[in-house]
């Protein structure tokens, strides 16, 4: 069973940084594109940052310059660094993976259970 355990939240101050990192556990064949979520209290989930199998990123307007996500292939963690944080950065971030089990062989997606980021100002 493929499981995804993010790590790294807590109460940052605004101005801060926090690096975030998520692993991925199980009978893997392969993982394609991962990625970072975030959903604030009365918002809908919404990407941070995606990183494909190849190391192509792409961040949200709203991080761009302040994120970089990085993964490492080899131990199948996907991490996310934040700086100048901002109290609008206070949200769960979860980790999204596109993986494909070892004896299934079809790709899905599987989520992290998340992990709360509170900026303070």
Do not use: H
Not at 15 to 44: D, H, K
């Amino acid at each position: 069973q493929v499981q995804l355990v993010e790590s790294g939240g807590g109460l940052v101050q605004a101005g801060g940084s926090l690096r975030l990192s998520c692993a991925v556990s199980g009978l893997i064949f392969s993982i394609n594109t991962m990625a970072w979520y975030r959903q604030a209290p009365g918002n809908e989930r919404e990407l941070v940052a995606g990183i494909t199998s190849g190391g192509s990123t792409n961040y949200a307007d709203s991080v761009k310059g302040r994120a970089t996500i990085s993964r490492d292939n080899a131990k199948n963690t996907v991490s996310l660094r934040i700086d100048s944080l901002k109290p609008e950065d206070t949200a769960v971030y979860y980790c999204n993976a596109e993986v494909t089990p070892r004896i299934l062989r079809v790709q899905s997606t599987y989520w992290g259970r998340g992990t709360q980021v509170t900026v303070s100002s």
